[in-house]
Every structure is written in C-alpha cells, then in structure tokens.
C-alpha cells in the first residue's frame, strides 16, 4: 500500500514538475523534527535547548510511536504535503528511493562534500553507505547521499563472562567447533547455551546471511539471488547444516523459534543463557535489565576459513531533510550540528548508542567500543546490489525453523526454498515479457 501511494506521488511530481508538491510556508526560525525513538527523546530535547541557545533557533521535537504509527504518519503527511523539516523513514531502501523520486526529500551530497569532504569524513563510512545511492542503482535514483545517519549499530554475539569462567572456558570461540565444544562444557555445569530472538524471522535470516557470507563470499550469495546458483548448492546445504547441528549439538535454548527479541533479551540479562546474538541496541536494554552483568562482545564463530565473517551493521537511525522545506538550510546545519564530536558522544552517555561520529569513540564505554570496533566487518541488505524476492527469503527463514525444531533436513529445505525461487523466478519472467508485448 505504501509503495502504491508513493508511485502515485511520483507521477504526480513528474507531470506537474512545475509545481511543489508541499505547500509553500514561510521561512522561520524554527525547525520541526519528527521521529519514533522513545529511548532518545529526553536526550534529544536536551540537545535541542542548547542548540536554541547557541543559534537562536528554536528545534520541535515531535515523537510518534511505536515504529509502525510512526511509518503510516509519515505517508499519511507526504500523501497531504505536511512533512516536518526533518523526518525518518522506516522502510526498506525502495521506499527511501520513492520519497526521493517523488521530491519529498533533499539531496545532501554538496553538503557532504563541502570544505573538502569535512562533513563526510567524520562519520563512519558504512554508516553512509546505508543512505548512499551509486550510479546506476535499480531504483533510478540521482547518484547522492540522501539521507544523515545518526548513530551506528551491528549485530554480533555476546557472551557471560562469569558463566565461561564457571564452565572453564578461558576465552570466547573464534570457530564453530570451539562454539560447540563450549556449549558442552556449559552443559556439563548445568548451563544453558545461546538464545536469540528467532521467533522474529529477520533474526535468524541475519545470523543465516552472516555464515552464508562466510562459507561463500557475497559475490555467490548474490549469484543465488538472481538465480543463477541453485539453493540446493553444496554451500547453502552448509549453511543450512549449521542450524540442524546447533539442535543436534545441544546449543539452543528450548524454544528459540518462538521467543521475540525482547524475551531473549531478558534470558541473558538474567543470566539463563551463556551466549547470545543482538545488536549494540543491546547495552542500553541489559543496562536496565541486570546493571551488574558482565559480557563481552565477539564475532559469530567463524564456519569457514575461506572468507570473512560478516555481520549485519552500518546506520542504526537516520534523519531525511524536506526537500521543499523553506528551513532546508537551517535543517541542514542541525544535522551537521547533532552529528558533530560533542553532541554525539553526548547522545552515547545518555543513549548507549553508537555514536555515527568517528572522533566520539574515545569517549564511549568499554562495551560499546566493543561493537564500534567490529565496524569494519558488517553488511547490510540496505547495501547489496540486490535482495531476495520476499516470498523465497520467508520460504527460506522458515525453512530455518522447521530445521531447529527438527522437523525438516537441511536437504529438504534446501529443495523446498528452491521450488519457491524457480516459481518466482518464472513469474518474473511473464511480467517482464507481458511488459515488451
């Protein structure tokens, strides 16, 4: 539904290209931000007092939520040409490249590139990249950044240091039989192994994509993607085989396909599981949870010696300016402002979010510096060339759950996701000749 609106906003913008498409308003000396992150509103309406003070310019803070109240509010007001100065959008890159096409949102890229890149190089680069259109992408975007990243995430395993040290586990596993030869140790002492969030399918689709990447390298994966390399391949059965030999090691904890990620949140805040896998989201949580618990942070134990482990990262939230705003200049200058050293470690000692600007690590706790530094290693599907078709990634994130549960093989899965992806691959096909008929 959302996407229909925003096409007809493209239309629209495009035939009437002489005509706003938000009404015109006067320049003021105020800027109005709308956003969804209830864990950052005091923080932010912090900042934004003292930014009235040092420039006299007055920043509305206006917050919507949950995320989902927060989305329909945002197509509601670019369908009705009310957009804020400044806003988020909480969708898929697709979605980000229609309220492009549709002129609701600035280009950013002479800014960026400013006083030779000033504003570009402070922040990590594969926080950009998430906003970042290259030549040539499939949306038909103009080639730019659109879009000023506000803090970093990743997603990476965490572990108990005292449930280790009680097992006899001197330090965290780097390798898949070191992960397995640690959960038996935990076991012997009467300790549970890992948990996540599986219930919620992204969950499991990330920790798959990480070993996919690492048994296969990226460049094959978006092979499989567009249909070249079959999921029946040798290399997807490894990935697959991974999952059947954590329920057939014993890792999990029982009923990880049902738990959201809060509730695996609260089983290693509350010391019932040795290992975990979330995002840097995470230290601000189990900080509320159980202040007293000690954990570190390391990569997902590697299954392959042939490529690297990579894990899902790069821009945690991120801010779009108006592009018909009469305050698109002021707006500008708040987000160089709010992502600039000071604010930004400011927004990591209230928040525990990574903060988006480099020269802020210093300031940063330990365990946050813990995440930042695996930077370096993180993917994201907001930055692959291409993405699964919907249908074959839910018939392949289930798939992974009827393996943990043991109700399938790797084999059989494998078969099933494939079917699925032959079937929409021909579908594909009858659209794109219907289209040259």
């Known amino acids: 539904m959302k996407r229909l609106f925003l096409f007809g906003f493209a239309v629209f913008c495009s035939i009437f290209s002489g005509i706003s498409c938000s009404p015109a308003t006067p320049q003021t000396d105020r800027i109005v931000i709308w956003h969804w992150m209830t864990d950052r509103d005091k923080a932010f309406q912090a900042l934004a007092l003292q930014y009235e003070k040092e420039t006299g310019i007055k920043v509305i803070l206006e917050l919507y939520a949950p995320s989902d109240v927060y989305s329909q509010k945002i197509i509601a007001a670019a369908q009705a040409k009310i957009l804020p100065d400044i806003f988020g959008i909480l969708d898929e890159k697709s979605v980000v490249a229609d309220f492009i096409t549709s002129g609701f949102v600035a280009d ?3 800014d960026f590139k400013a006083d030779d890149a000033a504003w570009e190089k402070v922040l990590f680069p594969k926080a950009l990249l998430v906003n970042r259109f290259d030549p040539d992408n499939p949306y038909g975007v103009k080639p730019g950044i659109y879009g000023v990243p506000i803090d970093i995430t990743n997603i990476q395993m965490i572990y108990n240091k005292n449930m280790l040290k009680k097992a006899g586990i001197l330090k965290p596993p780097a390798t898949m039989q070191e992960w397995f030869d640690a959960s038996s140790a935990l076991k012997r002492v009467g300790l549970s192994g890992f948990v996540s969030g599986w219930g919620e399918l ?4 990330c920790f798959a994509t990480n070993y996919a990447f690492n048994i296969m390298g990226e460049d094959k994966v978006m092979a499989t993607f567009r249909g070249e390399i079959p999921y029946t391949d040798p290399s997807w059965i490894k990935v697959f085989r991974i999952f059947s030999q954590m329920r057939e090691k014993d890792v999990l904890v029982p009923g990880i396909v049902t738990k959201s990620n809060k ?3 609260q089983d ?14 995470c230290v601000n949580v189990y900080n509320d949870m159980n202040p007293k618990l000690e954990y570190g942070v390391m990569l ?6 042939e490529f ?9 939230s991120s801010f779009f300016v108006n592009n018909v705003s009469p305050n698109k200049t002021k707006a500008i200058a708040f987000l160089k402002w709010l992502t600039a050293k000071e604010q930004q470690t400011f927004l990591a000692e209230k928040t525990q979010n990574l903060p988006v600007n480099q020269n802020s690590l210093a300031s940063i706790p330990p365990i946050l510096a813990e995440f930042s530094s695996s930077m370096e290693s993180t993917t994201h599907p907001a930055i692959w060339p291409l993405n699964e078709d919907a249908l074959v990634l839910e018939a392949f994130d289930r798939g992974l759950q009827s393996i943990i549960i043991g109700e399938k093989t790797p084999e059989k899965v494998a078969a099933e996701v494939q079917k699925v992806k032959l079937r929409q691959l021909e579908r594909q096909k009858r659209i794109k000749n219907d289209l040259y008929q």
Request: no cysteine; net charge negative; proline share 8%.
């Open 108 to 110: 950013l890229t002479a």
């Open 268 to 281: 290693f805040a509350l010391e019932r599981a040795a290992f975990a896998f979330n995002g840097s989201w």
């Open 308 to 316: 690297p482990m990579k894990i899902w990262g790069g821009a945690g």
């Open 263 to 265: 509730d695996a949140e």
């Open 202 to 205: 992204w969950m499991a689709d």
């Open 300 to 305: 997902p134990p590697s299954a392959s010696k």
